[in-house]
Every structure is written in structure tokens, then in C-alpha cells.
T-cell receptor, first 113, second 113 residues
Framework: DTAVSQTPKYLVTQMGNDKSIKCEQNLGHDTMYWYKQDSKKFLKIMFSYNNKELIINETVPNRFSPKSPDKAHLNLHINSLELGDSAVYFC????????????FGPGTRLLVL | GNSVTQMEGPVTLSEEAFLTINCTYTATGYPSLFWYVQYPGEGLQLLLKATKADDKGSNKGFEATYRKETTSFHLEKGSVQVSDSAVYFCALNGWGYGNKLVFGAGTILRVKS
């Protein structure tokens, strides 16, 4: 049973397109996250939702819009894709919001041409 | 703000060698500390964690001790295997609402047979 799953695993698209990445967790957690890993493997948080409410938004361009239809899902929509958006995007979840272990999905490898 | 510094890699070792990957942190309050591992082409897996000073986290032969006096959380393993080849990330999440993980830059470990 996959705890945190993401689709698609790979995404290749042209500059200027709009794309979405989906994330689902079956751990019963209240909090979900999006992280970006750049080409040098550096990881940085983008967003966090707790019970469908946005609680962290880390100076991410407004072309990125997260949406949480329920606490088990957190999707990431990206408008007008740019070359610099090429990265691996990881979804994660945790039980709550205070110093707890986060469990990561397998990642979505996005390549913008 | 909170930050994590890891030793630069890549670290290349022969099988059965002793491993140390240094990690130091800067944080307000009393963060929880984590080591995550990323095998080639995969997502992040929690390796071990410690939630308070002098705690030792351990898993799969890896150990790290939370040292508040030196603000360190060095990862060690007595005898590495080829299958330990991966990228290792030190991370913290700090006090306060949000549970944001702050990662170090990652250390690539290569183990030769």
C-alpha cells in the first residue's frame, strides 16, 4: 500500500503550458506539503496545508497554485511553465503541524523544454 | 532563521569502511532533527530522527546523536555496504506552527565493492 502517491511520475512539457501534479496520502494525516528539489538536489518547501487550509506559502511565484479538495489530497497547478520550473516536486504529509516526521511521495520529475 | 549545513560530497568509501557525514544546524528553540535518504531515482525516506538533546536516533546500522552543545547531528555507520550508496539529507523542523522542514544541501555517498 502506497502511503503518499503522486501522479504523474514524469512530466515533459513545453514552455508556456499549464500543468498539474496530483498528490494523495492514505495515512490519515492532517497536514500536506509541496517541496521542490532543484538540479543540485537542494530541497525547499513551497507550500503546506493543514485540514485544507494554507499555512505555509514560501515566496513562490503566483504561477504556482496549490489546491486541497480534502485533507487527503493536495494538488499543484503550474501556469505558464518556465524553463526554471524544471525540477523534482515532492509531496509529503505529517500527522499535524508541530515538529513531526514528514513522509514523502516518490516525486514528480518535471522537464520544461 | 533556521539553517542546516552538511559536509560537501561526494563521499567515496570502500565497502565495510566507517562512515561519518557531518551536520550542524542553527535554530531558535529546540528543533527536531532528521536524516533522510534518497536512493537513485527515488523519493525521500526517513532514516532516523531525534527530538531532544542527547537523544540518539538509529536505524539500519546508522546512528546520530542530537548534540545541543555543539549544535550537531552527525550521521555514522560502522560498516557501509554498496547498497548504502545514496544522497543523505540532514534536516530540522523548528518550534512553532507549520512544521516546515529545512534541509541541508545533501551529501552524495558512493560505496565501492
Amino acid at each position: 500500500d502506497t502511503a503518499v502517491s503522486q501522479t504523474p511520475k514524469y512530466l515533459v512539457t513545453q514552455m508556456g503550458n499549464d500543468k498539474s501534479i496530483k498528490c494523495e496520502q492514505n495515512l490519515g494525516h492532517d497536514t500536506m506539503y509541496w517541496y521542490k528539489q532543484d538540479s543540485k538536489k537542494f530541497l525547499k518547501i513551497m507550500f503546506s496545508y493543514n485540514n485544507k487550509e494554507l499555512i505555509i506559502n514560501e515566496t513562490v511565484p503566483n504561477r504556482f497554485s496549490p489546491k486541497s479538495p480534502d485533507k487527503a489530497h493536495l494538488n499543484l497547478h503550474i501556469n505558464s511553465l518556465e524553463l526554471g520550473d524544471s525540477a523534482v516536486y515532492f509531496c509529503a504529509s505529517s500527522p499535524g503541524t508541530t515538529k513531526e516526521t514528514q513522509y514523502f511521495g516518490p516525486g514528480t520529475r518535471l522537464l520544461v523544454l | 532563521g533556521n539553517s542546516v549545513t552538511q559536509m560537501e560530497g561526494p563521499v567515496t568509501l570502500s565497502e565495510e569502511a566507517f562512515l561519518t557525514i557531518n551536520c550542524t544546524y542553527t535554530a531558535t528553540g529546540y528543533p527536531s532533527l532528521f536524516w533522510y535518504v534518497q536512493y537513485p531515482g527515488e523519493g525521500l525516506q526517513l532514516l532516523l530522527k531525534a527530538t531532544k538533546a542527547d537523544d540518539k536516533g538509529s536505524n539500519k546500522g546508522f546512528e546520530a546523536t542530537y548534540r545541543k552543545e555543539t549544535t550537531s547531528f552527525h550521521l555514522e555507520k560502522g560498516s557501509v555496504q554498496v547498497s548504502d550508496s545514496a544522497v543523505y539529507f540532514c534536516a530540522l523542523n523548528g518550534w512553532g506552527y507549520g512544521n516546515k522542514l529545512v534541509f541541508g544541501a545533501g551529501t552524495i555517498l558512493r560505496v565501492k565493492s
